[in-house]
């Protein structure tokens, strides 16, 4: 028993010894349709931290990566259009997109971005839009790494409808899709890589 609990503290120890942290932003365009034309916007993520640790067999781990997006800062080029956009998000009750990925096995991830050509591995997001969240399934590619610094890219579609918004509409005549895809890079620094 007293051997059990010092091995228990030791790789507890040993675990806390070898955590480090991600620091990032997140570079966001959304592309949309309309019964217009096609039109895209950008965001940019506030910036973010993250806790990266070891888990019990040594494998690399974000334990939660909580990114936000200002909706105040979504842009598309159309004053009035990102007017109609701010409306729909409910900007003044609800300021931010919140997107969060759990216990996110890292080397794995990274692995299989590697992989050439085109390497990517599936993320499972929790999305909250206006206070509604949901699952999304990202694909993540493109990995790029420079010593301490990594990027890659993400892409998911998002369904307004699943989130309980209505599509912006001009007149009852140009209507915005449901679907909008959102394609994201991620800028990240590895401080004490565990």
Not at 8 to 30: H, K, M
Not at 108 to 127: C, I, Y
Not at 178 to 191: E, P, Y
Request: proline share 5%; glycine share 8%; charged share 30%.
């Amino acid at each position: 028993m007293k051997y059990r609990m010092a091995g228990a503290i030791l790789l507890s120890l040993a675990t806390a010894a070898a955590a480090g942290e991600i620091r990032g932003t997140c570079d966001v365009r959304f592309l949309g349709t309309s019964t217009l034309h096609d039109f895209s916007g950008t965001v940019r993520s506030r910036p973010f931290a993250a806790p990266l640790s070891r888990d019990a067999a040594g494998k690399s781990i974000l334990p939660s990566v909580e990114v936000e997006f200002p909706v105040a800062e979504m842009k598309t080029g159309n004053d009035s259009r990102d007017e109609k956009m701010r409306e729909m998000f409910q900007s003044d009750r609800h300021p931010v997109i919140r997107a969060v990925a759990r216990d996110v096995d890292a080397d794995l991830a990274r692995e299989r971005m590697r992989k050439d050509p085109g390497g990517t591995t599936p993320l499972e997001v929790s999305l909250a839009i206006r206070g509604v969240e949901r699952m999304v399934q990202a694909t993540a590619g493109n990995w790029k790494e420079d010593g301490d610094r990594v990027a890659f890219d993400v892409e998911f579609p998002v369904s307004l409808k699943e989130f309980g918004l209505k599509a912006p509409s001009v007149l009852g005549l140009i209507r915005v899709g449901d679907r909008v895809v959102v394609k994201g890079t991620f800028a990240l620094t590895v401080q004490g890589a565990p």
